[in-house]
């Protein structure tokens, strides 16, 4: 069937009213306003420093939103900020927090685009125990890149060492450690003094003391060094063995600064005749049992010695 030009100018002007009638009631529909939910987490400010306290529920809460159809088109998947501030000043004299009486403070941290007109749970309640003190210490997390030949050639000082933990005992018994905010950084060739944060706590009522620290990093030139040193015998039970070598050279990095200090005293090899005794064997492996700090094997020649026994 075919359309004139007068019926398909009709054709066309009644699609656009309609499709302009469709756009009209869909803004006017989108400019009303809606209660809608939107999950979020909570995080407490003004908790008691006297008093450990563990929460009872999750720490998700759900937020009835007044806002435009704008808003739950757009918005209803993300607020801003991403968590609300809860106020816990209230459990220095009670063991609950009510929301409906912090409505005013949440609308204030959400701004005036977003309205909350209620949250679920309404109540939060909490259990309360003495609050403890533990002794920490201290780990520092770093990823360190040298100019080089240049490393780690010492000890890293931590100050201090060790860090007050407060919080619920029960807590406080998964806490040997605390770790430092990880410092990053590059083409160093010399000593390093940094001050990183503590990591923070993902427990709102576990705090830390102090939250800073100074690390200090020595740091070298590394160089190749080699000593021959004899061979120990491990396990020997009134055997007269012979070993064929004697002796082994480790060959291997240290400090300049540490290069003076590494004698013969300061390494040991071993051979153990265990091997031998219970499997037969006919050759014993060298193992490193004594061996300086902040220093990097490089060889150890020969790794397996023969031997006589006489």
């Not at 656009?16 to 809606?34: D, E, G, K, Q």
């Not at 909570?42 to 008093?51: A, D, G, K, S």
């Not at 160089?223 to 020997?236: G, M």
């Not at 220093?295 to 010695?305: A, F, L, R, T, Y």
Request: glycine residues 4%; proline residues 5%; hydrophobic residues 40%.
């Amino acid at each position: 069937m075919f359309m004139n030009t007068f019926e398909r100018r009709k054709l066309v002007l009644f699609i656009t009213c309609l499709f302009l009638a469709i756009l009209a009631w869909f803004i006017f529909a989108l400019s009303s306003r809606y209660i809608y939910k939107v999950k979020t987490q909570t995080h407490y400010i003004n908790y008691p420093q006297e008093r450990a306290f563990h929460s009872l529920q999750s720490d998700t809460v759900s937020l009835q939103i007044e806002g435009t159809g704008w808003q739950l088109l757009f918005a209803r998947m993300r607020i801003s900020p991403p968590n609300i501030d809860v106020n816990l000043s209230k459990l220095e004299t009670r063991n609950f927090v009510i929301f409906s009486e912090q409505l005013n403070e949440i609308n204030r941290q959400l701004g005036s685009q977003q309205r909350v007109v209620s949250v679920l749970p309404d109540t939060l309640y909490f259990d309360f125990s003495a609050r403890s003190v533990k002794k920490v210490p201290v780990k520092l997390l770093y990823n360190i890149k040298f100019r080089g030949q240049h490393g780690i050639s010492g000890p890293i000082r931590l100050i201090p060492q060790y860090v007050m933990v407060s919080g619920p005992k029960e807590d406080l018994n998964h806490i040997n450690y605390w770790l430092t905010d990880s410092i990053r950084i590059a083409d160093i060739y010399a000593d390093v003094s940094v001050k990183p944060s503590l990591q923070k706590s993902q427990k709102d009522n576990i705090s830390i003391y102090p939250n800073i620290v100074e690390a200090k990093i020595p740091v070298d030139e590394f160089t190749e060094k080699s000593i021959e040193i004899p061979l120990k015998v491990l396990n020997n039970r009134g055997y007269e063995i012979k070993l064929l070598p004697e002796k082994v050279r480790i060959k291997f990095l240290t400090a300049l600064s540490n290069y003076p200090k590494i004698n013969r005293e300061s390494i040991e090899a071993t051979v153990d005749i265990t091997g031998w005794q219970t499997k037969g064997y006919t050759q014993f492996p060298v193992k490193v049992s004594k061996f300086p700090a902040f220093c990097k094997i490089i060889s150890i020649d020969p790794q397996i010695v023969d031997f006589i026994i006489e």
